[in-house]
């Protein structure tokens, strides 16, 4: 029998634990609600539930239920690598080439290229003028033969000029293009791998007007506009501008 000097503590004890035990059973039913009311009624509630291996979801009229689980940090709803549920994003790559065009590493080399032509049509303009000197013509007289020849072949290495400076614009212009493809997909790759995007959709925004003043050029407008409804978000370009030190 406990000594008569212990008895207020135990006393104190007892009394302490039944308060508490009180307390817990008030804040179990939500404060002062009515007895049964569940604790979460008016408390803060989280959303989280799991862990778990798998969600079984069940649809009216179907054979069996959906197991949809994690795999390779995605949402999953079976064992292929297309069941998946990816995040998505967007560019306007028409908008971020253009910009890429017009940097100094770009327009320098068109640049070099069109002055180069220039020089080398100047010459061939300072040669026509040489033949107009050598055999000067009274109004309506016709050339001579041999003027006639030299002429001809002035105007055929001309002509096979011409040839060669387009097939080397051509040239440089789909250099300049794959260069400029490859910058881009790799500002994708860096934007993508920050904001964890899997897939990446090339696009024109919808309200861009059209620039066409021919049927096939109105066509090739409606084409390129990938997504004729989109959400804001999914539009990346100026993160992509950002990574490639672009203004927008």
């Keep these: 029998m406990p000594h008569s000097k212990q008895l207020p503590f135990l006393l104190a004890l007892c009394l302490s634990l039944v ?3 009180a307390a817990l059973i008030v804040a179990l039913r ?12 008016s408390a803060p509630w989280r959303s989280d539930l799991g862990p778990a ?3 079984l979801l069940t649809a ?3 054979k069996d239920p959906l197991r949809v689980h994690a ?7 079976g064992d292929r690598s297309t069941n998946r549920a990816w995040s998505i994003g967007s560019v306007d790559i028409d908008a971020v080439m253009k910009k890429l065009f017009a940097q100094p590493s770009y327009s320098d080399k068109r640049k070099e290229s069109q002055d180069a032509a220039k020089s080398e049509e ?11 000197a050598k055999y000067p013509l009274a109004e309506g007289a016709q050339p001579p033969e041999e003027a006639q020849r030299e002429f001809a072949m002035l105007q055929q290495e001309y002509n096979r000029w011409l040839e060669t400076v387009r097939q080397r614009d051509e040239k440089m212009a789909a250099e300049q293009f794959e260069q400029a493809y490859r910058e881009l997909v790799a500002a994708v790759e860096t934007v993508c791998e920050k904001e964890s995007i899997d897939l990446v959709f090339r696009f024109y925004p919808t309200a861009k007007p059209f620039e066409a003043v021919r049927v096939g050029e ?4 409606i084409q390129a506009r990938t997504f004729l409804k989109y959400p804001p978000s999914v539009d990346i370009t100026p993160d992509v501008m ?6 927008e």
């Design 60 to 62: 009216p009229g179907a």
């Design 71 to 77: 795999a390779d940090g995605h949402l999953a709803w």
């Design 122 to 132: 100047a010459d061939f303009n300072r040669r026509l003028e040489e033949l107009k």
């Design 30 to 41: 939500g404060g002062s609600g009515p007895v049964g009311e569940p604790a979460y009624a």
């Design 19 to 21: 308060l508490s035990t």
């Design 218 to 221: 109105a066509l090739a407008q």
């Design 242 to 247: 950002k990574a490639l030190n672009l203004s």
């Design 53 to 55: 291996d798998a969600l």
